[in-house]
T-cell receptor, first 117, second 110 residues
Framework: DTEVTQTPKHLVMGMTNKKSLKCEQH?????MYWYKQKAKKPPELMFV???????INESVPSRFSPECPNSSLLNLHLHALQPEDSALYLC????????????????FGSGTRLTVV | GDSVTQMEGPVTLSEEAFLTINCTYT??????LFWYVQYPGEGLQLLLK?????DKGSNKGFEATYRKETTSFHLEKGSVQVSDSAVYFC?????????FGTGTRLQVTL
């Protein structure tokens, strides 16, 4: 299995809703990432989990709450979002450099397209 | 911090034309280099990669060579197809972070 699977593919939510995005990989990768991509822009890093521990939070607002229940799963919990949070949310995974020097094997999912109304 | 500069788009070419998308980078360490492609409405796909100086990455007719002396990783293809229309991102990567260029939109017409 060489894929990163994200669900749902599309999500429309109101500003008072609570929803979650899910990401799953079975490649044995021990680093997992959330990126946010606005239209016609490159992806922006939000969070990094390394060995199931949060290692990087790029000053993301608390209405986004990541969770890594195990080495294969990554969730992003959403609450009280704003319309400007509408974007494509991408999950990625990689193998830390300790295992393969500089051949990190980043793999991206196809994303969840989120619309906040 | 690291940064990636790639040529402004959009790039419009006729089918079978030669493609070059320039990419240069600055990095504090010794990154791996990637080209990712994003087709309309989809996520990112790894197109090719190079992990050390003078490595050539290639896939689907696309090529790029890791030039450490000029800090460049230009993407080339000898003959583009309509199906190559997409956004191409030049990316540097370390153990914990990818740094993206702004992306270059390629439009190939018949």
């Amino acid at each position: 299995d060489t894929e990163v699977t994200q669900t749902p593919k599309h999500l429309v939510m109101g500003m008072t809703n609570k929803k979650s995005l899910k990401c799953e990989q079975h490649m044995g990768h021990r680093a997992m990432y959330w990126y946010k991509q606005k239209a016609k822009k490159p992806p922006e890093l939000m969070f990094v989990y390394s060995y199931e521990k949060l290692s990087i939070n790029e000053s993301v607002p608390s209405r986004f709450s990541p969770e890594c229940p195990n080495s294969s799963l990554l969730n992003l919990h959403l609450h009280a979002l704003q319309p400007e949070d509408s974007a494509l949310y991408l999950c990625a995974s990689s193998q830390p450099s300790a295992v393969r020097e500089r051949d990190y094997g980043y793999t991206f999912g196809s994303g969840t397209r989120l619309t906040v109304v | 911090g690291d940064s990636v500069t790639q040529m402004e788009g959009p790039v419009t070419l006729s089918e079978e034309a030669f493609l070059t998308i320039n990419c240069t980078y600055t990095a504090t360490g010794y990154p791996s280099l990637f080209w990712y492609v994003q087709y309309p409405g989809e996520g990112l796909q790894l197109l090719l990669k190079a992990t050390k100086a003078d490595d050539k990455g290639s896939n689907k007719g696309f090529e790029a060579t890791y030039r450490k002396e000029t800090t460049s990783f230009h993407l080339e293809k000898g003959s583009v197809q309509v199906s190559d229309s997409a956004v191409y991102f030049c990316v540097t990567g370390t153990a914990s972070k990818l740094t993206f260029g702004t992306g270059t939109r390629l439009q190939v017409t018949l």
